[in-house]
């Protein structure tokens, strides 16, 4: 008989990666499909990073590295740190992985034990609750409407905390709907935060650089509650670097030391050509992360001004990363021209792809069932025809 672990067999699948399968299955049989599924910056690596990396392998950096990262790295992190966020650590707080999901994973597992609760507001990246599964710990879903930007209050956060809380996953900028929480509505939380002694905060901060409204605020600048936070980032979205697979935590040292304790033993320190890579993102010229992330602006300008008017979709006007998340739920429970009821989102994004050949993600994945997600991390050209084909595509639904 053939039969996973029990561990195993309670995960659900990526629902983001498995739309991008079926995208590149379609694609394969010569539809032309445009797909929105994926989270992935379409720039290249600027050319000083990669020259980094080259570099690198000239210098022979082809050994094994420590498992927290090599010392120049963990230092770049520290000096960045205090250069754009005012938060000081030192390089024993800081622990490099393989991508900022192996850190909040690493995280999750250090800190969660069975039964403990973890608070996550909703809409979530999808991996935060099956990582909380992993850990045997205890999903505590808040869920926060598209009326309220996505966004849990104070008063959502302190009714959810029990004796059995002991961690809050926060992300902002967010995916999946691009909500960014203010420095006062941060400040919110954090007062709550402080007085339950028992909880941490893992603040999953990836999009950071891609941010319409201004600075950057992170909720361990408080002070109150500095010691229970700890920080998820990376150099995938800002820096165009998805597949070097570079992430990071700055947390207090214990928690360091037992995320390094624990990737000890499963994968040892990231790729030490990336790290070379990703310390040269960090100390060289920063502009090119500006220039990103006005084309981002600009895309986020177009797809919202194009999808605003849809009949039928209700949608905000995301403060960051690269994603709109429309609500989709009045489409529910009409045909489609080929007889079929649409009874979800995750049909309605089949029905999309299928027949508007646009790859979009149903919103279940990420805890709204009422919406989808596409993410806008692609051309003028591909947002103009994909918006396109889907105003199309829901007209002709009945």
Same mark, same amino acid.
């Given at each position: ?136 710990? !205890? ?46 509505? /941060? ?114 300008? /177009? ?8 009949? +039928? /979709? ?23 021209? +080929? ?13 999309? /792809?299928?027949? +508007? ?26 947002? !103009? ?14």
């Amino acid at each position: 008989m053939n039969a996973v672990s029990t561990r195993l067999a309670a995960l659900s699948e990526s629902e983001t990666l498995a739309m991008s399968q079926k995208s590149s299955e379609l694609k394969a049989q010569g539809v032309d499909v445009i797909n929105l599924s994926v989270g992935e910056p379409d720039f290249n690596t600027p050319d000083h990073i990669k020259a980094a990396a080259k570099q690198a392998v000239d210098n022979n950096f082809s050994f094994y590295s420590p498992v927290a990262g090599y010392p120049a790295l963990r230092n770049a992190i520290v000096a960045k740190l205090k250069r754009e966020n005012g938060l000081e650590f030192d390089a024993a707080q800081i622990s490099c992985s393989n991508g900022a999901k192996q850190a909040v994973c690493n995280v999750i597992l250090s800190l969660i034990s069975k039964g403990d609760e973890v608070i996550v507001p909703a809409p979530y990246w999808v991996s935060y609750v099956e990582m909380v599964k992993l850990a045997e710990g !205890t999903n505590v879903i808040v869920k926060a409407s598209i009326n309220q930007d996505f966004k849990i209050t104070p008063a959502q956060l302190e009714a959810a905390i029990t004796p059995k809380t002991k961690a809050l996953i926060l992300c902002s900028p967010s995916n999946p709907t691009g909500s960014v929480y203010t420095k006062e509505e /941060l400040k919110g939380l954090a007062e709550v935060i402080a007085r339950h002694p028992q909880m941490y905060v893992i603040s999953d901060e990836i999009y950071e650089h891609i941010n319409y409204i201004g600075k950057h605020e992170s909720i361990a600048q408080f002070e109150e509650i500095r010691d229970r936070v700890v920080i998820i980032n990376g150099v995938s979205k800002g820096y165009a670097m998805t597949g070097w697979r570079i992430g990071w935590i700055a947390a207090p040292l214990w928690i360091t030391k037992a995320c390094n304790k624990l990737q000890g033993q499963y994968t040892s320190g990231p790729c030490s050509v990336a790290q070379k890579a990703a310390e040269a993102a960090y100390l060289g010229d920063q502009s090119c992360v500006e220039n990103m992330r006005r084309a981002f602006e600009r895309r986020r300008d /177009l797809i919202y001004n194009l999808m605003k008017d849809i009949p +039928g /979709l209700q949608i905000n006007k995301p403060k960051g990363a690269f994603y709109v998340f429309p609500k989709c739920s009045s489409f529910f429970g009409k045909k489609t021209p +080929g007889g079929e009821t649409i009874g979800n989102a995750a049909q309605l994004a089949m029905y999309l /792809l299928t027949e +508007g050949h646009v790859a979009c993600v149903g919103g279940a994945a990420f805890g709204d069932p009422d919406c989808i997600r596409l993410s806008y991390a692609t051309s003028d050209e591909n947002i !103009t025809r994909a918006v396109e084909r889907i105003r199309k595509a829901l007209a002709a639904l009945r």
